[in-house]
């Protein structure tokens, strides 16, 4: 997004992080006095009950080719200067037309997110917590110094919770702790982070992304860490780009599989994820493989292709939007097809990982541009919007919360989040507090149809 440019939209507003909490509670209690006075004057029940909702939608096949529609709606499409706004259609409920649905999840899981470290942890932790992530959250290791140990995931994970539980002293948020694996990780060191309660190890690909330059360039070389992994039973996180000049960016994930191959031929009983994944080779290789191998993906690879990141789409206005900039950079529109198809299909081995990865505007506004989405506060409202308009709704909680317990072999969540179907404006930016700056969220400005309750 061109400088300035979220500021001249009138829509946007820029939000203190603790104001916005403060003013969250205050309009849920507004909302909550609404309804209470709305129930004593009719006597009725508002809230459609979750069963009765869904055995009216009728069930439609997966379309197949969701896109039209899903860009339609897509959410640039709404920022566009001039162009209508949605409005979201109330829904009847018997004598009541006025109160918008809501939709209960199982509390979703996220299997890749940056919490950061020094003040942006301290501003990124309340975010997710009021975004409605307050389960499981995979902290990845890309901090500085990078996790490289037990004793440092464990480090992270305190220092994680205790931001938790300063906002919120009944958080019940699980940051699930990694190891960064890198080229000199000895297999002792695994074995030790594993004791200590580390579950995922995380590889990177040198120099492909941020703080990569610890990276993996020969994949051999991490063999005898694999090994203690496939040993003692942690699961490993590829970051699925080769790493090699020799294979053009947009090709990268397609050419990693083959590394990938190598890896599943010599450790067939370690079980891998192939995280963020953005296109239809990587789709197919996922689902090609046994029960040991797992794919996450995001929500923005879902919405958006690398025309809306280089200004080619019409949504991204013909400017380069480096916001939604990230690696792997999104692909082309077939590659978002088949993760479309994939996730809305209820395949169990892909669930969602956002990958949320906050730059401060000066990082992302700038030459040399820090590769990385915010999209912490518009995932789950999106991932409604898009399951909900697909007809698919049941299998939303499949893909936020079950498929990657299972995987990972946790129990689901107890715990739920609710959301309204209410029209909601994303802020143009977020203050990043202490930082003198501030972080663009993904949608930055938009009008999304559902919110998450407070
Ligand atoms: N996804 C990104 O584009 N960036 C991530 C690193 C990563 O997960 O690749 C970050 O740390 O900012
Ligand atoms: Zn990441």
Not at 164 to 169: I, L, M, V
Not at 203 to 216: A, E
């Given at each position: 997004m061109a400088a300035g440019e979220a500021r001249r939209r009138g829509r946007g507003r820029r939000v203190r992080p603790a104001r916005a909490g403060a003013e969250l509670a205050r309009r849920a209690r507004d909302r909550g006095r609404r309804r209470a006075a709305r129930h004593r004057a009719l006597g009725d029940a508002v809230r459609r009950p979750r069963a009765r909702s869904r055995a009216r939608r009728p069930r439609r096949r997966l379309r197949r080719h969701p896109f039209p529609r899903a860009l339609a709606a897509h959410p640039h499409r709404q920022a566009r200067p001039g162009a209508p706004r949605r409005h979201t259609p109330r829904r009847k409920t018997g004598r009541l037309t006025t109160e918008p649905r809501t939709i209960r999840l199982r509390a979703p899981d996220n299997w890749h997110a940056h919490f950061r470290d020094g003040p942006m942890l301290d501003f990124l932790v309340p975010v997710f917590l009021d975004s409605g992530?307050?389960?499981?959250?995979?902290?990845?290791?890309?901090?500085?110094?990078?996790?490289?140990?037990?004793?440092?995931?464990?480090?992270?994970?305190?220092?994680?919770?205790?931001?938790?539980?300063?906002?919120?002293?009944?958080?019940?948020?699980?940051?699930?702790?990694?190891?960064?694996?890198?080229?000199?990780?000895?297999?002792?060191?695994?074995?030790?982070?594993?004791?200590?309660?580390?579950?995922?190890?995380?590889?990177?690909?040198?120099?492909?992304?941020?703080?990569?330059?610890?990276?993996?360039?020969?994949?051999?070389?991490?063999?005898?860490?694999?090994?203690?992994?496939?040993?003692?039973?942690?699961?490993?996180?590829?970051?699925?780009?080769?790493?090699?000049d020799d294979i053009e960016g947009l090709n990268k994930e397609a050419g990693f599989t083959a590394i990938l191959d190598r890896i599943r031929a010599r450790f067939p009983k370690l079980k891998l994820t192939m995280e963020h994944i953005t296109s239809r080779a990587a789709v197919d290789w996922v689902k090609a493989q046994g029960d040991g191998v797992g794919a996450s993906v995001t929500v923005h690879h879902l919405f958006t292709t690398v025309d809306d990141v280089l200004g080619y789409s019409k949504a991204s206005g013909g400017l380069m939007r480096v916001h939604h900039g990230c690696k792997p950079q999104p692909k082309w529109r077939d590659d978002r097809a088949a993760l479309n198809e994939v996730v809305l299909s209820g395949h169990p081995r892909f669930f969602y990982g956002g990958d949320d990865a906050a730059h401060l505007r000066r990082r992302k506004e700038a030459e040399g541009s820090a590769c990385g989405v915010w999209n912490t506060m518009a995932a789950l409202p999106l991932l409604v919007d898009l399951f909900d308009r697909e007809g698919q709704l049941d299998r939303l909680d499949p893909f936020l919360s079950e498929h990657g317990a299972r995987f990972y072999g946790y129990d689901l969540n107890a715990e739920s989040v609710t959301l309204v179907e209410e029209p909601w404006v994303v802020p143009a930016e977020v203050e990043a507090t202490g930082m003198g700056d501030s972080v663009v969220p993904m949608c930055a400005g938009e009008t999304l149809k559902w919110r998450v309750r407070a």
């Open positions: 992530w307050r389960r499981r959250i995979v902290a990845e290791p890309n901090i500085t110094p990078p996790v490289l140990t037990g004793d440092r995931a464990v480090w992270y994970r305190d220092a994680i919770l205790e931001r938790a539980r300063a906002h919120d002293p009944a958080t019940t948020v699980d940051p699930v702790m990694t190891i960064q694996i890198t080229e000199t990780t000895p297999g002792a060191t695994v074995r030790d982070a594993r004791s200590k309660g580390v579950g995922i190890g995380k590889v990177y690909p040198f120099m492909v992304t941020t703080h990569s330059g610890n990276g993996v360039q020969d994949y051999d070389k991490i063999y005898p860490a694999l090994e203690a992994a496939q040993d003692c039973g942690l699961i490993v996180q590829f970051h699925g780009e080769h790493p090699s």
